[in-house]
């Protein structure tokens, strides 16, 4: 059974930077394609970056503010979150696909296992 676990949310002003972890057990981390989602109340989870082996995508909301990168050698996938924004504010998910490619990565249907979240705030 492969878990994914968050951290690293909290509250935080307009403007500042949070950094985001997703610990994943098992032994097969590195044939994983990884993303975050977010879901804010009343709407649907959505995409916000993915990550392959070694190429990476973002939604145009977050692109050039948030960076993913993954640690093969620690099983962790990061979420770097730079010049945040009210918008931001979401409960963040942690996802896992079985393989390093295919084209629906912004998809939810796309990943086999999901974390539990982690909440950001970001105030104004």
């Known amino acids: 059974q492969v878990q994914l676990v968050e951290s690293g949310g909290g509250l935080v002003q307009a403007g500042g930077s949070l950094r985001l972890s997703c610990a994943v057990s098992?032994?097969?981390?590195?044939?994983?394609?990884m993303a975050w989602f977010r879901q804010a109340p009343g709407k649907e989870r959505q995409f916000v970056a993915a990550i392959m082996w070694s190429s990476s995508y973002y939604s145009d909301s977050v692109k050039g503010r948030f960076t993913i990168s993954r640690d093969n050698a620690k099983n962790t996938v990061y979420l770097q979150m730079n010049s945040l924004k009210p918008e931001d504010t979401a409960v963040y998910y942690c996802?896992?696909?079985?393989?390093?490619?295919?084209?629906?990565?912004?998809?939810?249907?796309?990943?086999?296992?999901w974390g539990q979240g982690t909440q950001v705030t970001v105030s104004s």
């Open positions: 996802a896992a696909h079985r393989g390093l490619s295919g084209r629906n990565y912004y998809t939810t249907a796309f990943y086999d296992y």
């Open positions: 098992g032994r097969t981390f590195s044939s994983y394609a």
